[in-house]
């Protein structure tokens, strides 16, 4: 990152609004000279006398030649989102018109503002910390109800709140430890070794459920990959189509129908899961086949729930167990379910295999839509099991994770260390977990970090 995005001494100017035509497109100014630039373009009153938090109309003008008639916003600093200066300039939705104002407010001294730089300098004003700054981004790319909801949580400083107790508490061992350094002729324990250790394991505590968390937030961010798989003519297009409420697939009597994987999002109680139809798993019948199956393999060891359909008239008990032992994977949630219960001759199968002691799949009918309600249900808790009760903590971040993987390291060495190695060890243990605590919130950063995160934002954010 350069110098120039890191000070915060010049003027910015993005759209804020998407690009293209709309009703109204915003134009935001952020730094000391947003309202003095503004000022200079804009026919009505003097915005540098108006207080904050105001509307303004009036008109945009290049000398003589107005461009547009518009509603001004005055942010006067510190009352706003970056803490600087900002002005928000609402004026007709014209690609043309948003294009001629912005490129008057850079000649009258605004430059163009970089990807995310609004909420950088957000943060670098000590608006938000890091975790909250991403939270911004998650939320604007959230698409449904729950990672809405867990991106706001964090946005409210949720997360890294819970982070910021544990890490003062650290921060008081850590200088008790150095003090112990100061006199190491001496052979002295300020910081009791006890109470360090319980305070570290409670740390861990906390820090191993955020980690675990990750599989819950990471599947509510991206959605969960749930691969309907089984033997061909299972009946599992039909089901991907009940599911969905729509002929999205193609469904025939002919074995081996889908060739291609078909993928449709599909949303559970505010949770997306990519449904994935598959080709029937069999030996190939011919080349085109054989692709489709490798890549049914390809999606069920990439997906986080297989749905393994199948149909008890077309299979043994045995290879039922087979097909299952083979697909079961570790990190995978796996359903079985059983389809076609419309045929009555079903109903002697199923019970054949519960006798024989199988017994753990659900019974529905893709075709006449029998029991998908319940089908659904089984998704989504499988998935969520227990863990979403509405504003726990989740991490969803993959940087995060692996911040809060290298505290939990370095505080074990802390732990397994502290009976054997001398104060300085400890104290660079202890340095060392405080260090990727503080990576999370942003009490550490380093430029890298920093342009990595903003960098992703979108332009005028
Ligand atoms: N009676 C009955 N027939 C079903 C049911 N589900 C699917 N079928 C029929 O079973 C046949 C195969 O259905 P598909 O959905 O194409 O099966 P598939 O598993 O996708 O098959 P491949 O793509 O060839 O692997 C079709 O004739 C469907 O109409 C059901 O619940 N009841
Ligand atoms: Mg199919």
Redesign the pocket.
């Known amino acids: 990152m350069t110098n120039n995005t890191m000070t915060n001494d010049q003027t910015i100017v993005a759209l804020a609004t998407p690009n293209g035509t709309g009703a109204i497109g915003i134009i935001r100014l952020s730094g000391p000279e947003a309202i003095t630039i503004a000022n200079g373009v804009f026919k009505g009153k003097d915005l540098t006398k108006q207080a904050s938090h105001t509307i303004h109309f009036g008109g945009i003008a290049d000398g003589d030649i107005v461009l547009d008639e518009v509603l001004v916003s005055l942010f006067v600093a510190p009352r706003s989102y970056t803490r600087e200066n900002v002005v928000e300039i609402s004026c007709h939705g014209s690609a043309y018109i948003i294009e001629s104002i912005i490129k008057l407010l850079i000649k009258k001294g605004a430059r163009s503002a970089k990807a995310g730089e609004f909420t950088l300098r957000a943060f670098l004003n000590g608006q938000l910390d890091l975790s909250q700054a991403e939270a911004v981004a998650d939320l604007i790319a959230s698409n449904s109800k729950a990672s809405q909801q867990v991106a706001l949580n964090q946005l409210r400083g949720g997360f890294s709140n819970q982070l910021q107790v544990l890490r003062d508490q650290l921060v008081q061992f850590a200088s008790l430890i150095e003090l112990e350094l100061d006199f190491a002729e001496e052979d002295v324990e300020f910081a009791n070794r006890d109470q360090l250790k319980k305070l570290i394991n409670e740390i861990n505590k906390v820090i191993g459920n955020l980690i675990r968390s990750f599989e819950l937030g990471n599947a509510i961010k991206q959605g969960v990959n749930t691969v309907i798989a ?10 991907l189509n009940a599911l969905l409420n729509e002929e999205r ?10 060739r291609d994987t078909i993928e449709e999002v599909l949303n559970i109680n505010g949770i997306n899961f990519r449904l994935i ?1 598959t ?2 798993i069999r030996e190939a019948t011919d080349a085109i086949e054989q692709i489709g199956v490798q890549r049914t393999m390809e999606k069920i060891s990439q997906s986080a729930l297989l749905i393994y ?1 199948f ?1 008890a008239e077309q299979i043994t008990g045995e290879e039922l167990q087979q097909d299952i032992e083979s697909l079961q994977k570790p990190g995978i949630n796996m359903l079985v379910v059983a ?5 009555p001759e079903q109903a002697s199968k199923l019970s054949n295999l519960r006798t024989s002691g199988f017994s753990d799949f659900l019974s ?5 839509k029998l029991h998908i309600d319940e089908l659904k249900n089984k998704i989504y808790s499988s998935a969520i099991k227990d863990q979403l009760t509405g504003d726990e903590t989740l991490v969803t971040n993959i940087r995060h994770l692996e911040a809060l993987q290298k505290t939990e390291e370095a505080l074990i060495r802390v732990l397994s260390g502290m009976d054997e190695v001398t104060s300085d060890f400890l104290a660079m243990d202890i340095k060392q977990a405080l260090h990727y605590l503080g990576e999370i919130t942003g009490a550490v950063t380093t430029d890298d970090l920093l342009e990595n995160i903003f960098s992703k934002f979108c332009i005028g954010k």
Request: no cysteine; glycine share 12%.
């Open positions: 089984g033997r061909p003519n299972a009946g599992k297009s039909t089901l697939a193609i469904v025939s009597h002919i074995p081996g129908t889908t139809d080709a029937g359909l149909d389809n076609k219960s419309d045929l529905i009918s893709a075709k006449e």
